[in-house]
């Protein structure tokens, strides 16, 4: 088991050199010179260069990327002369747009986007699950055909659709936030109630089409998984049904759950770009779609982008390391 | 339980003699929402491709501007009630430049199909090729991929999409493959493929994996067949069930897709037509013109559900267990 | 002898939409404790269905259930299939026990054999877990798991398949059962661990003095444990004797198919060709009138005015204890049986 | 294409007749100002789209609506406009300094002097070092880009080879010597030296950019989430996309400030509201203390504007903007007058207004790109849309009639308008409604054959990539408004060498004689001959259909219904938020 963790987090750190290596190269390899778009109108060749000093975009793809390395660990100033803005570690870079250090940006928006996460994970995975699990049992049943519908409706409205639908025809129509309040960040420790208002719309639309997957695929491991010879064979032995479900059924038709929510919800952590930008709210994904549209303001866009590979990348060890526990079978292959 | 039941009925006399296929085929026909959800599907499909044709028999072009059906009082809303409907355009006309909403949700759900076709079929090629190749050889080849797909999997695919598609786009443009609108297509192609085919790679290799050890297998092998033989001959037709699955789940995903990336600025731009524009300019005017909006995301749902209906059914026609 | 169990007009049919599929059709056997009854069969003759029936692990919604099977229990007779759901499932692991074809998929992949026999165990008794898993010791010792106190911690996985089969044979009998129903136990398995896990269930059948149902396709298995065997063929007991009057005096063509298809090595054959039985059993929703076998059936011509295909033959004594279901006596099929060897 | 603006224009007092003509259109609903009694105290709202302010940076500051808000609670300026309604407005008043400014040595030198009593929010004085430091900073071009560049151009501080000043600002503090030359401080009093003359230099000080920095608070590029403020509020929170807070500066006394009149105690921005959100707010009235920055999408507008419940609180105006299409003069791309003029003649002006909600809403097509709301400066062209052949809902006869002579004069430039496989390149701001109108562009031009290929560009990085798009297109659009009453910041701008010329123009000798007489015109003392050359420089650029089409354009702003105190500041071409108060 210890070789095992150690293996894949010794692999898990190659990746994650590797996928920012890669971010570097890519936004290198496309026509967009983010020197240039920060040098607005008046832009002359001596300007450009200095933009590009002040950018950090004077040297190689490597050495960009090396020192964005070092600026992890050590932190780094941009800028030039006394107008240099010195960033701690761990320094993704700054913002030029939003004048403040990447991670300040990444620090701000990642509770908005964990606190909508957090909130819509456990909106779909209580609801899809249990919806799953009563559709499985009471297969056939009206109720199964209206979760039928559910999962329909769920996996077929695109999320910026009922976004803007919850937002006009719930939220608005009935009042319900102060329209300029709608997105506002509000501390869940301190003030539970604004935090709430300002996440459960959001979290809900973001979990409907969630929790019509995870309605869909309980339902349906549930289902294969009460056919296995297993659970003839925990019939046999004369436990009850309930019991059935509970530690037999259950226990290894939700196991896959876990592979597909942990990533589901690291995918999360790195911002829903659809509904946060639908929400106005300013998570990762809010800020990095506006990075891309308004500014293109590169720091911010790699910023996230290594971040949110990180949350995949990391999420997927933990999956792995937990699967493992789950199923024997991994453990010990 | 229900396994009892399905033994019987899988050994029964009655289906010996037919060949998988057949079976699910039979499953299929029995299933009355599916072969409706077939129906109406096989129809949008029809409807999108027959556009021009359709189009020309309802008198409507897609990119005509039937500007006498707004009002200039109203910053050209049109004139009427539910967005201007009339026996001269059943879906009535858009708001600002009066363009025939039927005509435009034929022609746009067919660039909305075209996307989901080719980025389906692609993403399953390539999965497929891969997929096989990873699991038949096994060693250092299944390893590469494997790695290479765990990369892939790494980056946030939908934001990297959105982040590298305008200067993509520029990139392809300026070395000459494609231009406009094309440039745009073919980049949200080739992205949702790249990041598309390593789910379906996974999935055909752990098939491929086990069906290596299957006796068929190795009495082809034993015989001397050669390798491309053996993955012809034999792992493929034994694939065909997972790729149609894949195929049932990607497609209205694809198709939303598009529609998406619209919303967020990619993929088409006007005057041509695409399901995402349409629907992103109906939104913009929910409040004015409340039918615009009703209609044509009405007729994105009605495709994408019976698209989901049908694919439900095919699951069930396929692999039954999985969904009794 | 007493008879523990006691199988009446059993009829099992599972509706599709194609119709009824009768697997089990007025389907009657039964078992004394320490006596192993064999049902043999192909597949699809409804020889699982039955035993499944007896044990109530069919579905209720989807199966329709007629008949009787009555177990007689100490405390007095009980008929399982019209008592209800939560009596019978008291019945289980407790009066009766199964173990199953395949003993890779029957153990859930999640648990230690351990928790998984101790679980059985604490449903009929009181006891800390400690004490469960004390007892799937004992049960893995008796079952011939070498190292057992240190297996009991392992998951199915970690086993081989006939250690599996042991496994699943030590949970089956961790409450003492009077009925063991094994169906098809060592199919899935090497042929050299096949004849231990026989021998096994022979001698743990002494010293419980259990009941055993042995369902099968194999006459070979039949040959070796059983004391008594049915055959069944297209959900009906076409023929049911002692083991000697099944292999020596076979009235039943469809037996004597089968024992035509195995190879055998107590009556010289060499030379003999193997013959399999030509054709496929008939479909089990849309039962012919008249004998199901009919069809491959090569005695059927020797029986005049097509009453084969008119009527279905009843099950009646041939010989003493001899049931079987067929137009022909005993006495003709063999001399018909002789006469076509004799032309060949 | 109303959005895609930078600068701003102002109304000239003298040319009053004409501004209250025309500048205030659609009943302008302005008399709650002078009829109720204001009110002090309550929270002031406002809201936007956007994510945030383009800039809190005074030295990047350049847009009319942000120099309007943040002049009127956060910064001073030596000079300030009056804030009134009407052309009034437009009339220069002391702000800072006791003076509008002290100009000697024709125009060349101007001197100020500074109020007793000024205050930071931190209670120390502002200091003539301060508005040195201030001015200092327009220097460091590698650090401010946004803002104006006049300082650079006027002050008396000598260029290097490449065109860039010798003073790198304050923070590399090469050619120090050389600006401390041109910027001097005697006590109270400022001296400004320029090097050449500047007759409307004072205009110049209403700009945040010409406003004082305390140099021991500047922190350069982050300097712009918490500027000091001299104003009558300070900022309490900035955060983007979340809100803006400003509450009362305690340090601001009014007796040191003869302009401003604060009333509410405190006043938020709440940023990042989803359009459908914001609309909503302003259909219903459900924010009465508020006032939504934006303009409403345009279906919402007609119907907010149709409403005549809503008639106290809206007004619509013709705002500083003339919006263009430049056409690339260079070779290979629109160097030929006939297709110039081709692609004007065929527009269908008629379709992009009622696109926009008709002339009520969209403005009216343009002659000049001097707006007549900048007075003596403007004077009605002839040609273009003067012409006989002119019509506003096209003519693709007469854009035949003009390709066919191309034909034969300029055959490249006809091949390439004509031929489909070609087309002009038209870069357009990626938004909803340059969609919509482009879609009626393309087929108002293929009816008179001329095909057009529109590319979109990123909404978001528009402005600041135009001088790389101008290269790349073949008409570009935009957007310009004076920043101040004289067109020496529209011609030399626009057409001339100053910053956003995207006609691509130069080398001809008939080029070279435009840009002496654009010289000539922007040191003449004489204010009304002065004028008179502005004139006849913007009748000599469209006769050559430099602009292929220019628009002047109105705006509309709403707000709730209890808010008092609205008016139109005509030079800002916003509200003039000073003296907006929220009702009881």
């Given amino acids: 088991m210890l070789k095992y963790v150690s293996q894949r987090l010794f692999y898990t750190v190659l990746l994650l050199l590797l996928v920012s290596l890669s971010v570097y190269f890519i936004f290198d390899l496309l026509p967009v010179d983010p020197a240039r778009l920060v040098c607005s109108k008046n832009c002359s060749p001596a300007l450009l260069r200095d933009t590009r000093h002040k950018l950090g975009l004077d040297v190689s793809v490597i050495e960009q990327w090396l020192r964005f390395l070092q600026g992890l660990f050590i932190g780094r100033d941009y800028g030039v002369a006394a107008a240099a803005i010195h960033c701690p570690a761990p320094a993704f870079g700054y913002s030029f747009s939003r004048h403040e250090c990447v991670s300040t940006v990444l620090s701000h928006a990642f509770p908005v986007t964990l606190s909508l996460a957090v909130l819509a994970f456990i909106l779909w995975m209580t609801v899809g699950v249990s919806l799953g699990v009563l559709a499985a049992r009471k297969k056939g049943s009206i109720f199964d055909r209206v979760s039928t519908v559910f999962v329909l409706i769920g996996t077929s409205l695109p999320t910026f659709l009922t976004g803007v639908l919850v937002v006009i025809f719930i939220i608005l129509k009935f009042n319900l936030v102060d329209p300029l309040e709608i997105g506002n960040w509000s501390n869940p420790l301190t003030d539970p109630i604004g935090w709430l208002q300002t996440f459960i719309w959001p ?103 290594i971040v949110a590979s990180t949350f995949v990348v990391v999420a997927n060890l933990i999956v792995d390391i937990t699967y493992a526990f789950i199923d024997p079978r991994v453990r010990h292959a | 339980m229900a396994d009892a039941t399905q033994v019987v009925e899988e050994k029964s006399a009655d289906f010996a003699q037919r060949t998988p296929k057949q079976i699910a085929w039979n499953r299929f026909k029995r299933n009355r929402t599916g072969v409706v959800a077939g129906i109406i599907s096989i129809f949008f499909v029809v409807a999108a491709y027959g556009a021009p044709i359709i189009a020309r028999i309802f008198k409507v072009g897609p990119y005509e501007l039937y500007l006498e059906q707004l009002d200039p009082a109203r910053a050209n809303f049109p004139i009427g009630s539910f967005g201007g409907i009339s026996w001269a355009h059943p879906f009535g006309v858009t708001p600002e430049d009066g363009r025939d909403i039927f005509a435009n949700v034929l022609f746009g759900s067919r660039i909305s199909f075209t996307v989901a076709i080719i980025t389906t079929v692609s993403s399953i090629g390539i999965g497929m090729l891969l997929g096989i190749t990873a699991g038949y050889f096994r060693g250092k080849v299944d390893a590469a991929i494997g790695r290479y797909s765990d990369f892939l999997f790494a980056f946030p695919s939908f934001f990297m999409i959105v982040a590298l598609s305008i200067p993509a786009v520029e990139r392809i443009q300026k070395l000459g493959i494609a231009q406009g609108n094309n440039a745009r297509l073919l980049v949200l192609i080739i992205f949702l493929v790249f990041f598309g085919w390593p789910g379906f790679a996974r999935l055909i290799r752990s098939q491929a994996l086990s069906l290596r050890e299957r006796d068929f297998v190795m009495a082809a092998q034993a015989q001397g067949a050669s390798n491309f033989r053996i993955i012809t001959k034999e792992l493929l037709p034994n694939l065909w069930s997972t790729a149609i699955i894949f195929v049932s789940l990607a497609l209205p995903g694809y198709l939303a897709a598009e529609a998406v990336f619209a919303y967020l600025g990619i993929g088409v731009q006007p005057p041509a037509i695409s399901f995402g524009l349409l629907l992103d300019d109906a939104r913009s005017k929910w409040s004015s013109d409340p039918a615009y909006l009703l209609i044509t995301s009405g007729y994105l749902i009605a495709i994408v559900l019976s698209l989901n209906l049908l694919g439900d059914a095919i699951r069930d026609a396929i692999d039954p267990k999985a969904d009794r | 002898m007493s008879t523990f169990l006691e199988v009446k007009n059993l009829h099992v049919s599972f509706p599709t939409e194609d119709g009824a599929v009768l697997a089990s059709n007025d389907v009657s056997y039964s078992v004394a404790l320490g006596e192993t009854l064999a049902i043999v069969g192909e597949s699809g003759s409804g020889k699982s269905v039955a035993n499944l029936a007896v044990m109530g692990l069919h579905n209720p919604q989807r199966t329709k259930i007629s008949g009787s099977a009555i177990l007689h229990l100490p405390e007095g007779p009980i008929d399982v299939l019209s008592a209800p759901n939560e009596t019978v499932r008291r019945l289980r692991g407790k009066a009766m026990s199964m173990i199953f074809q395949d003993p890779m998929s029957a153990l859930h992949p999640f648990y230690t054999i351990g928790d998984q026999i101790a679980e059985a165990w604490a449903l009929y008794n009181e006891g800390s877990k400690a004490d469960g898993i004390k007892r799937a010791v004992e049960m893995l010792d008796l079952v011939g798991i070498p190292d057992a106190s240190k297996r009991v911690h392992e998951y199915p996985h970690q086993f081989s398949g006939g250690m599996r089969q042991r496994v699943m044979i030590a949970m089956a009998l961790v409450n003492n059962p009077s009925l063991l129903i094994a169906d098809e136990p060592t199919t899935a398995l090497d042929v050299t661990v096949q004849s231990q896990i026989l021998r096994l269930l022979a001698d743990l059948q002494k010293e419980f003095n259990m009941a055993v149902i042995l369902i099968t396709h194999d006459l070979g298995v039949v040959a070796e444990v059983a004391d008594r065997v049915s055959v069944m063929y297209s959900g009906r007991v076409v023929e049911s004797a002692p083991i000697d009057e099944i292999f020596y005096n076979t009235t039943h063509p469809y037996t004597r198919g089968l024992l035509n298809s195995i190879p055998r090595v107590d009556n010289n054959g060499i030379g003999t060709r193997l013959k399999a039985i030509p054709g496929q059993p008939p479909s089990l929703i849309s039962v012919p009138k008249g ?54 | 294409m109303k959005k895609l603006i930078t600068r701003r224009v102002v109304a000239l007092a003298t040319a009053a007749s004409f501004a209250a003509g025309v500048a205030l259109v659609g009943g302008a609903t302005t008399s709650s100002a ?41 910064f001073r300026t030596l000079v300030s406009y009056r804030p009134v309604e009407g052309s009034a407005g437009s009339s220069l008043v002391p702000d800072l300094a006791t003076n509008t400014g002290v100009p000697s040595n024709k125009a060349k030198t101007w001197t100020y002097t500074l109020r007793k009593g000024i205050t930071w929010e931190d209670g120390s004085a502002i200091t003539c070092a301060d508005i040195k430091y201030g001015w200092s900073r327009a220097f460091a071009t590698d650090v401010f880009d946004a803002g104006p560049a006049y300082a650079i151009a006027w002050l008396d501080i000598p260029t290097n080879a490449d065109g860039s000043s010798a003073y790198a600002g304050p923070y590399r503090k090469t050619g ?59 900022i309490e929170k900035y955060a983007i996309n979340d809100e803006l807070v400003l509450v009362r500066n305690d340090k601001w006394s009014k007796a040191s400030d003869p302009i401003r009149t604060p009333y509410p105690d405190k006043i938020t921005v709440t940023f990042g509201l989803n359009e459908d959100v914001r609309d909503k707010i302003v259909l219903d009235d459900s924010k009465p203390n508020a006032i939504s920055l934006d303009g409403l999408q345009p279906a919402n507008n007609i119907k907010f504007f149709e409403n005549p419940a809503n008639a106290d609180r809206r007004m619509n105006n013709y705002d500083p903007y003339t919006s263009y299409l430049a056409a690339n003069n260079s070779k290979g791309h629109l160097d030929c007058l006939l297709v110039r003029k081709a692609i004007f003649f065929a527009f269908d002006t008629q379709a992009l207004i009622n696109l926009s909600g008709g002339t009520t809403y969209y403005g009216e097509p343009g002659d000049s790109p001097v707006k007549p709301v900048l007075g003596m400066d403007y004077a009605p062209t002839t040609g273009n849309i003067h012409d006989p052949n002119y019509k506003i809902d096209g003519n693709p006869e007469y854009a035949k009639t003009l390709l066919a002579q191309a034909k034969k004069v300029c055959p490249t430039a006809y091949t390439r308008a004509t031929n489909p496989s070609q087309g002009i390149i038209y870069y357009r701001a990626d938004t909803a409604s340059n969609k919509k109108a482009a879609v009626l562009v393309e087929a108002a031009l293929a009816k008179a054959g001329i095909y057009v290929n529109t590319v979109y560009k990123p909404a978001g990085t528009y402005n600041a990539n135009l001088s790389t798009y101008r290269k790349q297109t073949d008409i570009l659009s935009g957007g ?32 070279k004689i435009f840009i002496r007489n654009v010289n000539k015109a922007l040191v003449e003392l004489d204010r009304n001959k002065q004028a008179k050359m502005w004139q006849n420089l913007a009748q000599y650029g469209m006769d050559q259909y430099w602009y292929i089409r220019t628009v002047f354009g109105k705006s509309q702003q709403t707000w709730g219904s209890k808010i008092g105190g609205i008016y139109y500041w005509e030079p800002q071409g916003s509200f003039g938020f000073g003296q907006i108060y929220v009702k009881k």
Avoid at chain 1, 208 to 223: D, E, H, L, P, Q
Wanted: proline share 4%; glycine share 8%.
């Fill in chain 4, 34 to 74: 002078a009829t109720e009694t204001p009110v002090t105290g309550g929270t002031l709202q406002y809201f936007t789209h956007s994510t945030q302010f383009p800039a809190l940076d005074p030295t990047n500051m350049y847009t009319g609506r942000d120099i309007a808000f943040f002049d009127s609670y956060i």
């Fill in chain 3, 291 to 344: 004998c199901a076998f009919e069809a491959r059936c090569e005695f059927a011509s020797h029986v005049s005015g097509g009453l084969c295909h008119a009527v279905n033959p009843d099950l009646v004594e041939k010989a003493p204890s001899h049931f079987g279901r067929c137009h022909l006596t005993g006495q003709q099929v063999i001399e018909i049986a002789n006469q076509n060897n004799g032309v060949k």
């Fill in chain 4, 176 to 234: 120090q010597a050389l600006f401390d030359k041109a910027i001097t401080c005697k006590g109270d009093t400022i001296t400004f030296n320029l090097s050449r003359s500047v007759p409307d230099f004072n205009y110049f000080l209403t700009y945040p950019t010409t406003g004082p920095i305390k140099a021991s608070a500047d922190t350069g590029d982050k300097y712009d989430l918490k500027p000091l403020a001299s104003g009558p509020y300070k």
């Fill in chain 4, 480 to 511: 310009w408004g004076a920043d101040w009453a004289n067109a020496s910041t529209v011609i030399p701008e626009l057409w001339g060498e100053g910053c956003c010329n995207y006609t691509s123009n130069k080398g001809t000798n008939e080029y």
């Fill in chain 1, 203 to 305: 979290a809900a639309t973001l979990a409907f089409a969630y929790a019509a997957t995870y309605t869909r695929f309980t339902r349906s491991n549930v289902i294969e998984t009460s056919s296995e010879d297993f659970i003839r064979t925990a019939r046999a032995k004369g436990l009850s049904e309930k019991v059935i479900l509970r530690k037999h059924t259950l226990r290894a038709a939700l196991a896959p759950l876990v592979t597909l929510a942990g990533l589901d919800f690291a995918g999360l952590l790195g911002g829903a770009i659809i509904t946060e930008k639908v929400f106005g709210l300013d998570g990762l994904g809010g800020i990095s779609i506006e990075a891309v549209t308004s500014s293109y303001d590169l720091p911010i866009i790699v910023g996230t982008t």
